[in-house]
């Protein structure tokens, strides 16, 4: 997406406007699934069986790799449109509503230390997120790969997050080409995909 045309979305669906933003990396902290699990229960106690499933996804939920050090959830919810049903819940339980978008909402933690995705079940960049989450733990190459590109960003000044995380669409797409013909061919290894890849392209 060329950088007008982002700032253009992210006018559109940003609560609070474009946030200048230095992003810092940082070694995997074995602390990070007892967080997700706090802030799970705190979503869970606040929203009942409004809640279709929670999941850990993004770079904290993959043991070893570099992040940003934000817990990143997924919420599963019937309808998303539907506000009501669940973002006053989730505000009194100390979460802002930061984007909203078709089919997508985000809220945060005030010290910017989580970020809540809701969706619905049918949406396609749930199992996207969930595919690449399970690919990274599965693969130390690719795990690898991406950390390195995540560092090397990080040392830039960003105008907002959005912006850092389009510039790693490129890789965040490779990888994921990769998690999903692992998780519909099953048996690939990831060398198989690997030379599959550049049989297609060399």
Same mark, same amino acid.
């Given at each position: 997406?060329?950088?007008?045309?982002?700032?253009?979305?992210?006018?559109?669906?940003?609560?609070?406007?474009?946030?200048?933003?230095?992003?810092?990396?940082?070694?995997?902290?074995?602390?990070?699934?007892?967080?997700?699990?706090?802030?799970?229960?705190?979503?869970?106690?606040?929203?009942?069986?409004?809640?279709?499933?929670?999941?850990?996804?993004?770079?904290?939920?993959?043991?070893?790799?570099?992040?940003?050090?934000?817990?990143?959830?997924?919420?599963?919810?019937?309808?998303?449109?539907?506000?009501?049903?669940?973002?006053?819940?989730?505000?009194? #339980?100390?979460? +802002?509503?930061?984007?909203?978008?078709?089919?997508?909402?985000?809220?945060? @933690?005030? !010290? =910017? *230390?989580?970020?809540?995705?809701?969706?619905?079940?049918?949406?396609?960049?749930?199992?996207?997120?969930?595919?690449?989450?399970?690919?990274?733990?599965?693969?130390?190459?690719?795990?690898?790969?991406?950390?390195?590109?995540?560092?090397?960003?990080?040392?830039?000044?960003?105008?907002?997050?959005?912006?850092?995380?389009?510039?790693?669409?490129?890789?965040?797409?490779?990888?994921?080409?990769?998690?999903? #013909?692992?998780? +519909?061919?099953?048996?690939?290894?990831?060398?198989?995909?690997?030379?599959? @890849?550049? !049989? =297609? *392209?060399?």
């Amino acid at each position: 997406m060329e950088r007008t045309e982002l700032d253009e979305h992210l006018d559109r669906v940003l609560i609070g406007g474009r946030e200048p933003v230095e992003i810092t990396i940082v070694d995997s902290d074995p602390r990070w699934p007892e967080r997700y699990t706090a802030l799970e229960s705190r979503i869970r106690t606040a929203l009942g069986a409004t809640v279709l499933a929670v999941h850990h996804i993004g770079s904290t939920a993959v043991p070893g790799l570099a992040a940003k050090p934000i817990i990143d959830v997924l919420l599963l919810v019937r309808d998303v449109e539907d506000e009501a049903a669940y973002v006053p819940a989730l505000e009194a #339980a100390g979460l +802002a509503l930061r984007v909203r978008e078709p089919g997508h909402r985000m809220l945060r @933690a005030p !010290d =910017r *230390t989580a970020h809540v995705h809701v969706s619905e079940p049918g949406d396609p960049a749930v199992a996207d997120w969930l595919h690449l989450r399970d690919w990274l733990r599965h693969d130390a190459v690719d795990r690898a790969h991406y950390e390195q590109v995540k560092r090397r960003l990080a040392e830039r000044s960003w105008a907002d997050m959005n912006h850092y995380a389009e510039a790693k669409r490129a890789i965040v797409q490779q990888v994921l080409g990769r998690a999903r #013909a692992w998780r +519909a061919e099953g048996s690939c290894t990831a060398s198989d995909l690997r030379r599959q @890849a550049y !049989d =297609r *392209t060399g």
